[in-house]
T-cell receptor, first 112, second 110 residues
Framework: DADVTQTPRNRITKTGKRIMLECSQTKGHDRMYWYRQDPGLGLRLIYYSFDVKDINKGEISDGYSVSRQAQAKFSLSLESAIPNQTALYFCATSDPDRVEQYFGPGTRLTVT | GQNIDQPTEMTATEGAIVQINCTYQ??????LFWYQQHAGEAPTFLSYNVLDGLEEKGRFSSFLSRSKGYSYLLLKELQMKDSASYLCAVVTSGTYKYIFGTGTRLKVLA
């Protein structure tokens, strides 16, 4: 079984809809991250969390919110989706003792 | 500001050696990563450098010069499966945020 899972893997939604992307991990890591990836722009950090009570904005948090329901779960919400939020979204985890990040398989989101 | 630069695209021949460069300017430094990403897939870890010098791991090596804000990834004995994007990322000190470059798309030709 994959250590970091994301649901859904693909989603098409309409402008103005609320949508939630979920991330779960079995690695036991405290640190979790949400990124979006756009062609030519690389991976950009949306939000990150270093433990259940810690939530921090990344470089592009406007239009997004997150919830850290448990050590293993970190959800990303788009309150009112817009077309320029069409992108590939990745969740990642890391261990404080090993700086390497482990990525989930990604969610391809299309907003029409 | 924070900036990481790497070439957009490179092409090389199967069996050859290719060097992918990365320069960075960040507020604080706690290490530099290289990740490999095949199209539509998740990035996977290749290497981590926190001290100056060369780290070798099989066909892949990574070099870091902190004083120059420079790193490179060296791929030897290129194989077709090495066709992918290679992402350079810096971990900033203090907040441990990861800043990614836009990636270098490598095409390996037969």
């Amino acid at each position: 079984d994959a250590d970091v899972t994301q649901t859904p893997r693909n989603r098409i939604t309409k402008t103005g809809k609320r949508i939630m992307l979920e991330c779960s991990q079995t690695k036991g890591h405290d640190r979790m991250y949400w990124y979006r990836q756009d062609p030519g722009l690389g991976l950009r950090l949306i939000y990150y969390s270093f433990d259940v009570k810690d939530i921090n904005k990344g470089e592009i948090s406007d239009g997004y919110s997150v919830s850290r329901q448990a050590q293993a779960k970190f959800s990303l919400s788009l309150e009112s989706a817009i077309p320029n939020q069409t992108a590939l979204y990745f969740c990642a985890t890391s261990d404080p003792d090993r700086v390497e990040q482990y990525f989930g398989p990604g969610t391809r989101l299309t907003v029409t | 500001g924070q900036n990481i630069d790497q070439p957009t695209e490179m092409t090389a021949t199967e069996g050859a050696i290719v060097q992918i460069n990365c320069t960075y300017q960040t507020s604080g430094f706690n290490g530099l990563f290289w990740y490999q990403q095949h199209a539509g897939e998740a990035p996977t870890f290749l290497s981590y450098n926190v001290l100056d010098g060369l780290e070798e791991k099989g066909r892949f090596s990574s070099f870091l010069s902190r004083s120059k804000g420079y790193s490179y990834l060296l791929l030897k004995e290129l194989q077709m499966k090495d066709s992918a994007s290679y992402l350079c990322a810096v971990v900033t000190s203090g907040t441990y945020k990861y800043i990614f470059g836009t990636g270098t798309r490598l095409k390996v030709l037969a």
